[in-house]
C-alpha cells in the first residue's frame, strides 16, 4: 500500500516555527517539505555583516526601501498541493515601490528585489540553484552569490550569470540605483 505525502503549508510551518522548541533552529520549508539549515559561521557572518551593512547605508541615504537580513523569511511559493516554499535570506533589498504597509510580525509574501546568499561550504549545489530559480519565479530581479572560498560572486537576473571576481566592482545596476562595491572589499583579509 502506498502512503500519501503529507507537505506542510506557509500557516504550518509558521505555527511549527513558532513553538519554543524550535526557537534556536534554522529552517526553512522548500516546497512543502522543513529543511534545517546549519548556523552559520564566524566567517559567513562577517562577510554577511560587512555586505549588509554597505547596502543598508546605500539604502538610507538614498531612500530606495528597506534591507531586511538575518536570514528573514520570505514565501517564495505558495501551491494548492501545499508545496509551499518559505526561504531564509542572509541579505535581501525591497524597494519603497514594494514595501508591504504596515510591517507584519510574519513573513514576506513576495521575492525581494534584491536577495543576497553567502554560500557555506555546507551548501548543497542543487539546493542553492533551486533557491535562485524560486527567487527568479518569485519576483526577484538580482540575486548575489557570494563565495568566500574562491572570493567571488555570481550576480543572477533572468537573463542569466556573471562571475565577479576581487578587482570587478559589485553594482546594483537599476535594482539598487548607485551601489557600487569593489568585491574584494566584501572579504576580510
Do not use: C
Not at 94 to 116: F, K
Not at 149 to 178: K, Q
Request: proline share 6%.
Amino acid at each position: 500500500m502506498l502512503l500519501e505525502k503529507h507537505y506542510i503549508s506557509v500557516d504550518g510551518f509558521y505555527e511549527l516555527v513558532e513553538q519554543p522548541e524550535y526557537a534556536d533552529r534554522v529552517l526553512e520549508l522548500v516546497e512543502g517539505e522543513i529543511v534545517e539549515m546549519s548556523r552559520p559561521s564566524r566567517k559567513h557572518g562577517l562577510i554577511t555583516m560587512r555586505l549588509a551593512v554597505k547596502i543598508a547605508i546605500h539604502v538610507a541615504e538614498h531612500d530606495l526601501g528597506e534591507v531586511p537580513a538575518a536570514e528573514t523569511g520570505f514565501v517564495l511559493e505558495r501551491h494548492p498541493a501545499g508545496r509551499d516554499t518559505v526561504r531564509g535570506i542572509d541579505i535581501a533589498f525591497i524597494s519603497n515601490s514594494r514595501v508591504p504597509d504596515p510591517p507584519e510580525s510574519t513573513w514576506y509574501e513576495m521575492g525581494p528585489d534584491l536577495a543576497v546568499e553567502v554560500i557555506s561550504p555546507n551548501n548543497k549545489t542543487s539546493d542553492t540553484h533551486l533557491k535562485v530559480m524560486q527567487l527568479l519565479n518569485a519576483g526577484t530581479r538580482l540575486i548575489w552569490l557570494v563565495y568566500p572560498e574562491t572570493r567571488t560572486v555570481v550576480a543572477h537576473t533572468a537573463d542569466g550569470a556573471v562571475t565577479l571576481r576581487e578587482d570587478d566592482t559589485l553594482a546594483g545596476g537599476a535594482v539598487l540605483p548607485g551601489f557600487e562595491l569593489r568585491v574584494g572589499d566584501i572579504f576580510p583579509n
